[in-house]
């Protein structure tokens, strides 16, 4: 990297401002009339001064100018320097450190040297990229030496390198921004990539050359991206920056993601998944390959894992890779980062919702660790508050997450990761009134769900052309749930492991193939009311209640391979197999599935092809097989999904991205039905996406969808409970200056569906009256729901400090979103029940590294 440095002395300045300290030793008889004649100091030897170490991690973009007070003595030497305002991050140590090594003419004041005192300063330009690359065969990753590498960089100049014999070459003193790489090779195809450079940052690229193929005789070209293509057709991952600072999400990575187009607003309060028209069991969420039960705490206000550990996070709507399975909706999976290798870094944040902290850095031998906690303190502050009032009725929601990883590199591709992590979320509502609708329902609601898992992984790379990724976890799940007398209770310990190896079987071919096990033990105890259809009253005399106290084992293994094969130019097919056991159904499912992805265009601006094909089967829940609850004979629920679309470049900063998707769901598991549901999912999606820069991201999804369930094959289709025809949802957040961040968020999505409930029939034991639900169920909509949010926050770059404290603000201008209806004693009368008209969310964090 290479520093430009700017030291220069305000000459003018120091003539007025010059403080001499010598005294003259003779006075010699002056005119009144003369004054003493000054002259400042000039500078002599400058050895330089070094960009700081800590400040490289930030990658600023703008310079930093560090004001200095210098005493210079007689003899032209430095003997203090001060910095009038401190800059942190170490641009003060490196001025003051190099100012004490600068040797200048001394002052003199009627050609006689005196001491003086001097302002000085020294301006730190950010220090320019680094690129480094690497240039290997497609087909063996053997190295490509002469090979010619032009670069085009952000000012639009050219700059060509010739690799060298192991295949490496580099390019320095790049400014940042956005690159465009091309390479060329006799024999081989020439090859295009495009990547950003951040300042003070080393980028690396690796560049891999097919050769012409043997009936080609004209010049072509591959576009590539920087990282490895995906298998599937819908994969879409955010950048750091989108996940830490978008608006209505308080800073949490997690929250982000449902900011994307396939993922419709979730019911209210409840933080769960909805994923193209499925229900929210049918995504799953793992953590670096182990599932999870939850992704977010109870409201939805937080997510179980701090952003500051999180590297990304994959989504899947669709067409998902053989590698999952037991799933006929969507995919989420979180990769962790491995914790600092260097330096320790430590974290604290306390906000409206909260606090927590995190702690992070080497221990020795190659060994480093992560700790980071999560609690809420709603409950510590209301629960005395309300009980000492005496309330009628108390709500009291809390929840905590945990973490712990020690990590250990082998080699360069070589480590192990040991982690353990959990949640624990509760709920309990004392309500010392009785029901109006129902008396039995007065007392306590309560709801506590937690989980942790116990997990290792182990990638290496064996060879070059062969990878090993191998997980093992252990865990455990409680859920319990009551109202008034009925009651839900259950048990999990869950033991899972995966294995995948991936290898190049051949030029333009990769093998991917994998293990996937898992063996659960289930307690359960329950006490519910018999179910009903649309049309029947529930909870009255008559109606036993269904009670049941048990346990399982389920033992499901699976398998599955996958190819990675580039056919063509610009070409890349992925067929995949899995099979799936079920010690429940005592079944096997064959899901195969193919994803298609062609590149149109030859280099920029790039368009992209996509298609998918994939069966995909979900296995009956427990409690669906269970020899007393359940249905003998269930077979797993299955979706046929269908996926076209297109990725098209528009700038080098901003791309789109379309999707149509059908889903064709059969087998479904019905109460009382067996597997007679059906149904359908069908939409399209838009993402027009700025990627992040050194100043502004954002983007615009919508999602156009419908979703339909029949419980018997006679009866019509109906909207199925979670379909949501539009959402729309519009982010952006823009670096002001300074540290200074403003963001917005804007959704625009279709109400909820509910089911309308009238008179029923009466009941005598209790003395209240029973509503009917209408039929169809779920055949009225909510109106419109509609929410800006917007955010705001300020950082202070200390020495070894930042501090951030942040405001983000949900629902800004009082949208009154309906979220459900109440109704009187005997359903005669209804009203609107709203959702929180306003709720500003504002903290300070503290990060010491």
Known sequence: MKLRRVARLFAASALAACSLMAPVAHAQPMDSERAPVIE????????????????????????????????????????????RERQGHGFDEAAIAAARHLLFEPAKRDGRPVASRISFRYVFNPPSPRLVGRVAHLSDDSPVAAATVTVRDSAGATHRFTSAANGSWSAPDLPPGAIHVRVESPGNLPLVADDSLAPGQETRLVLRLAPVPAVSGSEVEITVKGERPPREVAKRTLSHDELAHSAGTQGDALLSMQNLPGIARPPPFTGRLVVRGSAPDDTGVFVEGTDVPLIYHFGGLSSVLPTELVQKIDFYPGNFSARYGRLMGGVVDVTLRPPRVTGYHLLSEVSVLGFRLLAEGPISHGFSFALSAQRSWVDLIAKPLLESSGAEQTTLPRWADYQAEIHKDFTEKSALSVRFFGSDDAFETINRLPGATDPTLGGAFGYHTNFWRSQAR????????TELHLTVAYGKDDITASVGTNLFNASLHPLTSRAELSSWLMRGVRANVGLDVAYTYYDYALQLPAPTRPGMPSGGPGQIPIRSVGSLRRFQPAAYTEFEITPWRGGRVVPGLRADYDSSSERWDLSPRVNLRQDVTNGFPRLTLKAAWGLFSQPATPLDTDSHLGQPGLVSNRAIHYDVGLEQELTRQIDLGFDVFYKDLTHLVVANGGNAGMGAAYGAEWLLRYKADAHFFGWAAYTLSRSERRDVPSEPNTRFQYDQTHVLTLVGNYKLGRHWQLGARFRFTSGDLYTPVGIGAYNATVGAQLGVADFPAYGARLPAFHQLDLRLEKAWLG????????????????????????????????????????LPIFGYRLEIQ
């Open 40 to 83: 400042p100091p000039r500078l002599k030897v400058d050895s330089g001064v070094a960009y700081p170490d800590a400040a490289l991690q930030l990658h600023l973009s703008q310079p930093v100018t560090v004001s200095l007070v210098l005493e210079v003595s007689e003899t032209g030497l430095v003997t203090q320097a001060t910095a």
């Open 458 to 465: 182990f990638d290496s790379e064996l060879a070059n052309k």
């Open 799 to 838: 020495k070894h400090t930042t501090s951030t404290f942040f405001v983000d603000v949900q629902n800004t201008y009082l949208a009154k979103n309906q979220v459900g209806v109440a109704y009187n004693y005997n359903y005669t009368q209804s009203a609107a029940l709203n959702g929180i008209p306003f």
